[in-house]
Structure formats: C-alpha cells, structure tokens
C-alpha cells in the first residue's frame, strides 16, 4: 500500500484547508485509516481516524474544528481542518490505525501563521 497526503500550506489563523490521502495498492485491505501530525522535535500523534464503517475519533485540540472522511470509491481519505490555530502547526500524515511503518509518506505541510 502506497498513501499520498496532499493539500497541506500556509493559512492564517482561524483559515481553513482539506488535505487529501490518496490511496494505492491494496488500500481495502486498510480497515482503519488516521491522519497524524508531527512538530519537529516531538512524537508523531494520531489527529482522527475513520473506520469502513464511518465511524471516527478525533483527538481532543481538534474535536469540533477537523473532520474526517473517506471516499471508498476513491481510496481517498480526506481532513477537512477549520478554525486553524497557531498550533495546528505540522507535517500532516496519513497512515493506518493503528499505524504501520511501511505506509509513512513524506507527509504534507500545514503552516499556520498568528
């Protein structure tokens, strides 16, 4: 399985931006899809995940502001992020849930400026 995240830039406080994982290989063989993130310096943390079924979790300074979904027919999972904060700050990542170290991309940049 290859993933892509795309869609990442530079927004200001309070912006919003939708980044894209694209999918390829066997990505139905991926129940659980997550989006993380990683400051440097700090550990990679899980943002959201979304299961086949629909169902997500959100990790608490994102809940209410990002939204996860997933178009199937696509293999595409997407990260709708509103209200953007400074700290919102990262290299976003798509990867399995829970994750694996074969599907790590290069990630997209998020940049949020005050």
């Known amino acids: 399985v290859q993933l892509q995240a795309s869609g990442g830039g530079l927004v200001q406080t309070g912006g919003s931006l939708r980044l894209s994982c694209a999918a390829s290989g066997s990505p139905s063989s991926i129940s659980v899809m997550g989006w993380y993130r990683q400051v440097p310096g700090k550990q990679r943390e899980l943002v959201a995940t979304?299961?086949?079924?629909?169902?997500?979790t959100y990790t608490g300074p994102v809940k209410g502001r990002f939204t996860i979904s997933r178009d199937n027919a696509k293999n595409t999972v997407y990260l709708q992020m509103n209200s953007l904060k400074p700290e919102d700050t990262a290299v976003y990542y798509c990867n399995s849930w829970p994750s694996r170290d074969s599907y790590w991309g290069q990630g997209t940049q998020v940049t949020v400026s005050s």
């Open positions: 979304i299961a086949s079924t629909g169902s997500t």
